[in-house]
């Protein structure tokens, strides 16, 4: 007996399915959005940035990425805004927590969430006592940011 390899593509059934994942056709997100959110990833790996960007794009999300605090720093600083950046907790170039904390004192509001395979207590506690406000494990899942999403454009 053959076995047939099915890979899931979006369908007319797929589209009748109630809740977030709902899709009007082909190339639309699987969201929308009261506002026109926008986000910032910021993970000096070039696979996740890849996964998290196009994740949260999936989900109807404007999405920019950048590979390093400074970079972040530096686009903030030209009078780019988001709603939301995601920051891996362990960047190496310029640490998470400064990278936080120099954006917070550039008069960044976003909601800035941290983002992390592993961390340790402490790291958190350091996370966000340098502004951070919210942390979650990776790999990023819609579980855990849509909530975060859909707070955002209620607010």
């Not at 506002?35 to 993970?43: E, I, N, P, Q, R």
């Not at 996964?51 to 009078?79: H, N, R």
């Not at 909601?111 to 979650?136: C, N, P, Q, W």
Request: net charge negative; proline share 5%; charged share 25%.
């Amino acid at each position: 007996m053959a076995h047939e390899i099915v890979s899931h593509t979006q369908t007319q059934e797929d589209d009748k399915r109630p809740g977030p994942s709902t899709r009007k056709g082909k190339g639309q997100p699987f969201m929308t959005w009261k506002k026109k959110l926008t986000a910032l990833v910021v993970d000096e790996g070039i696979t996740c940035r890849m996964l998290e960007k196009g994740f949260l794009s999936a989900y109807g999300v404007e999405t920019e990425a950048v590979d390093t605090g400074p970079a972040a720093i530096q686009l903030m600083s030209s009078g780019s805004t988001f709603h939301l950046i995601f920051i891996d907790m362990h960047l190496t170039a310029m640490k998470s927590p400064e990278t936080i904390r120099q954006l917070r004192g550039l008069g960044v509001s976003s909601r800035i969430v941290g983002i992390s395979a592993v961390f340790t207590e402490k790291e958190r506690h350091l996370f966000l006592e340098a502004g951070g406000d919210d942390y979650m494990e990776k790999p990023m899942h819609p579980d855990t940011f849509i909530p975060i999403l859909q707070d955002l454009d209620n607010h």
